[in-house]
């Protein structure tokens, strides 16, 4: 339901706009789980492996996905903001057309590549065929992936986060059912975990293309809006591409850094996956500011409030750093206890608990360059969030990571500062550039105002 982000207390809005979001990340993280945790349940270590290869593997494309889909939420946003109702109409459409054929290819090339992804893994022996089994499957499912996804984009783009919260709710409950049944009731083991993952995604496009009819939510699409336009298409893929490159980069690094951690030994590798779990549960708020900030920031600026879009990021910037600080309280204090909670093993939570005190500082870093991403989104600057990203991830966080695991041996804290480090040079490179945006807009403002003087003038 297309719904005015423009008007009204623009703290309010953030708020009610970013929890159904943030609910929404969450359900999609516990989604995830699902698979591995069932398979654990009912089936043999090849079985979990192969499943959470694959896994691994499905999160990286999805992120992708939503990620080239937040160029359709800011053209949408900014459409409905300047009450341009053929426009966004034209967005949609074109959104349509773009993904569909785009996820149609992707999927006969990734059914082509699944050996060589699987062996580029590096999958052990025992778990090959599962794993080709759950990414055939899984690749033969993108299409509806993908649906969701622009979906759950369009709505976000009218305003709307509740509803892509109920499509991701019912496929998270349609996803353990039909695990339950698939894995435990007919052994189909990853196959039947690759199965529930796609089926439970068709239904939830379905049931949202079925409420989409029945509410009338205000899409207005006729034939000619999804004949693909060169203009809207490359501000579509402009936005979105940067955005999607960096999310895969960053996926990357993630396992760059885990393959560090691994070449320590099992009590490291232990402790630095642990760790991973737990801060991915803490980064969902990182992350649905950003997403927050680059709808509500969209339409702002495209009813002309840019007071109000960059009101909003201030207001984001603020929530963030104060739940990242709470967090660092907490895990400055209990790090231990909390690790313990997935490990008995003392080695594990000694290490697990200094890799956490390092690392859990990124939970206020990432929050401030999630929120500057998110606003350069909505202003067509999707470019400098992926350079300030590809640059952190090149020049620190790697190679630090990688120096920290050479030169301190006997402990896990420098390269949880490692990760935080890098978005140290985020943070600075995005200040750098909102403070230069800032400054241009103020010459121009001056500007207009000499010419709006001169032109008065003239007229008396």
Same mark, same amino acid.
């Given at each position: 339901?297309?719904?005015?982000?423009?008007?009204?207390?623009?703290?309010?809005?953030?708020?009610?706009?970013?929890?159904?979001?943030?609910?929404?990340?969450?359900?999609?993280?516990?989604?995830?789980?699902?698979?591995?945790?069932?398979?654990?349940?009912?089936?043999?270590?090849e079985s979990?492996?192969?499943?959470?290869?694959?896994?691994?593997?499905?999160?990286?494309?999805?992120?992708?996905?939503?990620?080239?889909?937040?160029?359709?939420?800011?053209m949408?946003?900014?459409?409905v903001?300047?009450r341009?109702?053929?426009?966004?109409?034209?967005?949609i459409?074109?959104?349509?057309?773009?993904?569909?054929?785009?996820?149609v290819?992707?999927?006969?090339?990734?059914?082509?590549?699944?050996?060589? !992804?699987?062996?580029?893994m590096?999958? &052990?022996?025992? +778990?090959?065929? /599962? =794993?080709? %089994?759950?990414? $055939? @499957?899984?690749?033969?499912?993108?299409?509806?992936i993908?649906?969701?996804n622009?979906?759950?984009?369009?709505?976000?783009?009218?305003?709307?986060?509740?509803?892509?919260?109920?499509?991701?709710?019912?496929?998270?409950?349609?996803n353990?059912?039909?695990?339950?049944?698939? !894995?435990?009731?007919?052994?189909?083991? &990853?196959?039947? +975990?690759?199965? /529930? =993952?796609? %089926?439970?995604? $068709? @239904?939830?496009?379905?049931?949202?293309?079925?409420?989409?009819?029945?509410?009338?939510?205000?899409?207005?699409?006729?034939?000619?809006?999804?004949?693909?336009?060169?203009?809207?298409?490359?501000?579509?893929?402009?936005?979105?591409?940067?955005?999607?490159?960096?999310?895969?980069?960053?996926?990357?690094?993630?396992?760059?850094?885990?393959v560090?951690?691994?070449?320590?030994?099992?009590?490291?590798?232990?402790?630095v996956?642990?760790?991973?779990?737990?801060?991915s549960?803490?980064?969902?708020?990182?992350?649905?500011?950003?997403?927050?900030?680059?709808?509500?920031?969209a339409?702002?600026?495209?009813?002309?409030?840019?007071?109000?879009?960059?009101?909003?990021?201030?207001?984001?910037?603020?929530?963030?750093?104060?739940?990242?600080?709470?967090?660092?309280?907490?895990?400055q204090?209990?790090?231990?206890?909390?690790?313990?909670?997935?490990?008995?093993?003392?080695?594990?939570?000694?290490?697990?608990?200094?890799?956490?005190?390092?690392?859990?500082?990124?939970?206020?870093?990432?929050g401030?360059h999630?929120?500057?991403?998110?606003?350069?989104?909505?202003?067509?600057?999707?470019l400098f969030?992926?350079?300030?990203?590809?640059?952190?991830?090149?020049?620190?966080?790697?190679?630090?990571?990688?120096?920290?695991?050479?030169?301190?041996?006997?402990?896990?804290?420098?390269?949880?500062?490692?990760?935080?480090?890098?978005?140290?040079?985020?943070?600075?490179?995005c200040?750098?550039?909102?403070?230069?945006?800032?400054?241009?807009?103020?010459?121009?403002?001056?500007?207009?105002?000499m010419?709006?003087?001169?032109?008065d003038?003239?007229?008396?």
């Amino acid at each position: 339901m297309e719904k005015n982000l423009t008007t009204g207390s623009v703290f309010k809005t953030l708020i009610s706009f970013s929890l159904p979001f943030l609910l929404s990340y969450f359900l999609q993280t516990l989604y995830g789980m699902a698979d591995l945790f069932i398979v654990g349940q009912f089936n043999s270590v090849e079985s979990t492996t192969a499943v959470s290869i694959g896994s691994q593997i499905m999160h990286m494309l999805t992120v992708m996905i939503v990620g080239l889909a937040m160029g359709s939420t800011v053209m949408i946003g900014r459409a409905v903001g300047a009450r341009k109702q053929e426009e966004a109409s034209t967005a949609i459409g074109n959104t349509v057309t773009l993904f569909m054929g785009l996820s149609v290819v992707v999927s006969m090339v990734l059914l082509l590549l699944v050996k060589p !992804i699987v062996a580029v893994m590096s999958t &052990p022996e025992e +778990a090959v065929d /599962g =794993t080709r %089994l759950y990414l $055939t @499957i899984c690749f033969t499912g993108i299409p509806f992936i993908t649906a969701y996804n622009i979906i759950s984009s369009i709505f976000r783009g009218m305003g709307d986060s509740k509803s892509p919260m109920y499509f991701i709710a019912i496929a998270c409950a349609a996803n353990i059912v039909l695990d339950y049944l698939l !894995i435990c009731g007919m052994k189909l083991g &990853p196959a039947g +975990a690759a199965l /529930g =993952t796609t %089926l439970s995604q $068709t @239904i939830s496009v379905l049931v949202s293309l079925g409420i989409i009819l029945k509410q009338k939510s205000g899409l207005v699409l006729k034939k000619e809006h999804l004949r693909p336009r060169k203009n809207i298409l490359g501000s579509l893929l402009k936005i979105g591409l940067p955005v999607a490159f960096q999310d895969g980069f960053i996926q990357i690094s993630f396992i760059v850094v885990t393959v560090i951690a691994n070449s320590r030994g099992l009590n490291d590798a232990a402790a630095v996956g642990i760790v991973e779990k737990l801060i991915s549960f803490l980064f969902l708020v990182p992350s649905s500011m950003l997403s927050t900030v680059s709808a509500l920031a969209a339409q702002n600026i495209g009813a002309g409030r840019d007071d109000r879009a960059k009101q909003t990021l201030r207001y984001a910037i603020m929530l963030s750093v104060s739940f990242g600080a709470l967090s660092v309280l907490v895990m400055q204090l209990a790090a231990e206890p909390v690790i313990g909670l997935f490990s008995s093993d003392a080695e594990v939570i000694r290490l697990g608990g200094q890799y956490m005190r390092g690392y859990i500082w990124d939970c206020i870093l990432a929050g401030i360059h999630f929120c500057f991403s998110g606003y350069f989104c909505a202003c067509g600057l999707s470019l400098f969030s992926f350079l300030h990203n590809s640059v952190s991830i090149v020049c620190a966080r790697i190679p630090l990571a990688y120096l920290a695991s050479k030169y301190f041996a006997d402990t896990l804290f420098p390269m949880g500062l490692a990760t935080s480090a890098g978005s140290c040079v985020s943070v600075a490179i995005c200040i750098c550039v909102f403070l230069r945006m800032q400054r241009k807009e103020r010459k121009h403002g001056k500007k207009q105002g000499m010419v709006h003087a001169l032109r008065d003038h003239g007229e008396k």
